[in-house]
């Protein structure tokens, strides 16, 4: 009896281990690997192109001719029609974003670009036909400013991957025309200034289809920004032109100052660094 007390035990003890080993083992927890947030924080680099147009105020748009040009009893008018001022511009940009709170915060920056601008060399020239030896020239409006470029700080607040920002600081621009009339030459020296505007930028997702060079992010902005550059103490009113000797006769003054104008456009932005 005892003998068949202790093997019916034996049997149910291995009955219970093999059971025990056929249940289904625990699984390991899941490792959660949470998914980055995005920051502007890094370096960046691009290209913009866009239209540029002038925003200059001008004085006058007509002059009496001197009436040692015109006939005894008969004055002249000089009438200058406005040339329009616009054109495409083109460049690239480098800077650095600093965000305090990744996702959504403040986001401060500084940016330089250089620029490409297709003012042409336009200057307003008018003559009397009545006035043989006569001639006016105009020297507003943008003439022969083909570059120009700034240095800028940026002030945001990012919701995310959008940013909208406020920007100024430093511009500069320049010629490479040079026009002489009558002794007088064009506005092509370099000048400097300010410049002030705004964006909005978007960041794709870093397997955007733009990302050729690997970037922690691809973005696109749209901009824009005015312009003024100081023209010191040239260029400030027209010339009346004795065209016998080329000598100037009479300077009018015409209210216009500094070179002003607005630009659109909008770019493309690598950024490098932290995610």
Do not use: C, H
Request: glycine content about 14%.
């Amino acid at each position: 009896m005892k003998r068949l007390l202790l093997a019916t035990t034996v049997l149910a003890g291995l009955t219970a281990v093999a059971s025990a080993a056929d249940l289904p083992r625990r699984a390991a927890p899941p490792v959660f690997v949470p998914v980055p947030v995005f920051t502007w924080t890094g370096f960046y680099a691009g290209i913009n192109a866009g239209y540029a147009f002038d925003t200059g105020k001008e004085g006058p748009n007509s002059f009496a001719v001197p009436s040692r040009f015109t006939a005894v009893g008969t004055p002249q008018i000089a009438t200058f029609s406005k040339d329009s001022q616009d054109g495409f511009s083109g460049g690239a940009q480098i800077g650095y974003n600093y965000q305090f709170t990744p996702g959504s915060g403040v986001v401060v920056g500084i940016e330089a670009d250089a620029q490409y601008l297709d003012f042409g060399a336009k200057r307003r020239d008018s003559g009397v036909a009545a006035a043989p030896g006569f001639a006016i020239n105009d020297p507003r409006g943008l003439s022969s400013l083909d570059f120009f470029g700034t240095v800028r700080g940026r002030l945001g607040y990012a919701f995310d991957r959008t940013l909208v920002y406020g920007t100024g600081g430093f511009a500069y621009g320049a010629g490479s025309t040079e026009r002489s009339f009558g002794g007088f030459k064009g506005n092509d020296d370099f000048r400097t200034g300010y410049a002030v505007g705004g964006g909005i930028e978007y960041a794709l997702p870093t397997e955007s289809f733009f990302n050729f060079f690997r970037a922690s992010a691809v973005t696109l902005k749209v901009e824009g920004l005015y312009v003024n550059l100081d023209r010191g103490n040239r260029n400030q009113g027209a010339f009346i032109i004795d065209t016998t000797d080329n000598s100037v006769v009479r300077s009018i003054s015409t209210g216009r100052r500094d070179d002003e104008f607005a630009v659109v456009r909008a770019g493309l932005n690598y950024k490098f660094g932290t995610y």
